[in-house]
């Protein structure tokens, strides 16, 4: 089948933002104990923090990191995760059913992330707390020293202050489930008074309000608008969360999730527009999708422990990741990437363990899951501008959502370099697809480097045993004739064409 897609410099949506490819660690499961820390690990440090995961994340070219939730934020008393350690009290961390031994907190997650070289996102807990927990971890964090808590910081080691950015007000407050749910209206002054007792601290500070936890929650779009009514000036960015996942052997609705993803970034784009409108004034809100990936939420790894039982670090949410899995999560970077105008960040959740591209075995070896490759891929070569692809492809019927096109796309542009990366999806389940680039807007490319992501069975899971047997592997059909670039690309693939 031949689909048609024209590259042209002209169609420039923005910059590529560092900040489109964050990830997110949260004490949930095992992606912090066992996950980033193990100090049983033969790679452990000081601290007990994982060196080979270290690499992995850096392998994978993670830029922020969100944390300590998620869920968990929203009961989550930062202090007890400070000091001497044999100090820390262990609690009962209710959104997952687990105790959580603050082995970990603020200062051993600083030093991870600058081990690691990501930028730190921090969430308060909205939830149980309220202003001035949040003053309290900002002055912790913030305050270069001469307070009671940022000498308390220093004297816990960090004599410099951590100097952290962006915050998350909260965590899912649209969402029944979380601890301290709240209405639209209540959170959204709660999130407007936070924000600005916090500008006081730092005017500069990068705030992001909770947004929706998904587009099927019955408060989406209504959330959005009453929360920027209340917080509009106190707040840069608004949160967006999206999971999906293969429903009913459905494959082809899955296949179409960025459908999903472009809907959602384009409906709060459109209600925080209203709100500005009303508002009369030139600033505009920029989303945060703060969280965003494959998840298949109703399998019973998903279900935290439940009566007595709290354990310490239980395995939860540990979601193994198939081909088309990988072929999903490289679409929905496609959908961020040509969202780049409004996308001003995204941490795909999470990093270890819990829904993750790293896996570990405690004490043992990591690997990487499928869903790794099209990250580190998009991480690496998306460069200088992304550039809108115009796409002529056939469409097919899914029962989520309606005609989707055979084949997504979207292009990136170094404008220093000239250097020109390509990454689309075939959605087809069957048929290989040409695809026929015309580039000739962009004259002089030649095929640097293509590979392509796919396996006869889209059902094949990486293992700690064999993570590499299917990865992106050259694609020999790519060839650029007079300003046209062609390549075959398989069924359910994922691809990335270089071209220089
Ligand atoms: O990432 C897993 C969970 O999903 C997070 O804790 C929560 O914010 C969301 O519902």
């Not at 703060?290 to 979601?319: C, K, M």
Request: charged share 25%.
């Amino acid at each position: 089948i031949p689909v048609r897609l024209t590259l042209d410099p002209a169609f420039r949506v923005g910059p590529v933002r560092r900040r489109t490819f964050g990830s997110f660690v949260e004490h949930l499961g095992r992606c912090v104990y066992t996950g980033i820390h193990d100090p049983a690990h033969p790679t452990a440090d000081a601290d007990g923090f994982r060196k080979d995961v270290i690499d992995l994340t850096r392998e994978l070219g993670v830029s922020t990191v969100r944390y300590p939730g998620g869920n968990f934020v929203s009961g989550y008393r930062w202090e007890d995760g400070v000091g001497p350690r044999d100090q820390r009290p262990a609690r009962l961390d209710l959104a997952w059913h687990s105790t959580e031994p603050n082995t970990v907190g603020v200062d051993e997650f600083m030093r991870w992330a600058a081990l690691a070289e990501v930028e730190p996102m921090m969430a308060v807990n909205l939830g149980t707390r309220g202003v001035q927990e949040a003053l309290d971890l900002l002055e912790y964090c913030n305050v270069r020293g001469g307070t009671r808590l940022s000498d308390q910081r220093r004297a816990n080691g960090a004599a410099e202050p951590h100097d952290v950015r962006m915050w998350c007000l909260g965590n899912e407050m649209d969402g029944p489930w979380q601890i301290g749910h709240k209405t639209a209206h209540e959170y959204g002054r709660l999130a407007a008074e936070t924000g600005r007792a916090m500008r006081m601290v730092d005017p500069d500070l990068e705030l992001v309000a909770c947004g929706s936890s998904g587009v099927a929650i019955p408060t989406f779009g209504e959330w959005e608008r009453i929360v920027l009514a209340e917080a509009y000036e106190q707040v840069d960015l608004i949160s967006a969360h999206a999971y999906y996942w293969e429903e009913d052997g459905d494959l082809g609705s899955f296949l179409a999730s960025a459908v999903d993803m472009d809907h959602f970034v384009d409906s709060v784009s459109a209600t925080a527009d209203a709100v500005r409108a009303h508002k009369k004034v030139d600033k505009r809100i920029h989303i945060s999708f703060d969280e965003w990936n494959v998840w298949y939420q109703h399998r019973a790894e998903s279900r935290p422990p439940t009566g007595h039982d709290w354990p310490v670090a239980p395995v939860l949410l540990e979601d193994r990741y198939n081909v088309a899995d990988a072929v999903v999560v490289g679409n929905l970077l496609i959908s961020l990437l040509r969202h780049t105008d409004r996308v001003h960040a995204a941490s795909l959740a999470q990093l270890v363990n819990v829904i993750a591209p790293i896996m570990t075995e405690p004490g043992g070896r990591s690997w990487k899951q499928t869903i790794f490759h099209p990250f580190a891929q998009a991480s690496r070569y998306a460069r200088g501008d992304v550039l809108q692809v115009a796409v002529e492809a056939p469409t097919y019927e899914t029962a989520r959502y309606g005609d989707a096109a055979l084949v997504d796309a979207v292009a990136t542009r170094d404008p220093e370099t000239g250097a020109v990366a390509l990454f689309a999806v075939n959605r087809s389940l069957t048929e290989t697809v040409t695809l026929e680039v015309d580039a000739r807007a962009l004259p002089g490319l030649r095929v640097v480097e293509a590979t392509t992501l796919s396996n006869p069975d889209h059902t094949w899971s990486a293992t700690a045993d064999d993570d590499t047997s299917v990865a992106p592997r050259r694609n020999a059909t790519a060839a650029v004739r007079d300003g046209r670039l062609t390549v075959e690309v398989p069924p359910v693939s994922w691809n990335v064409v270089r071209l220089g």
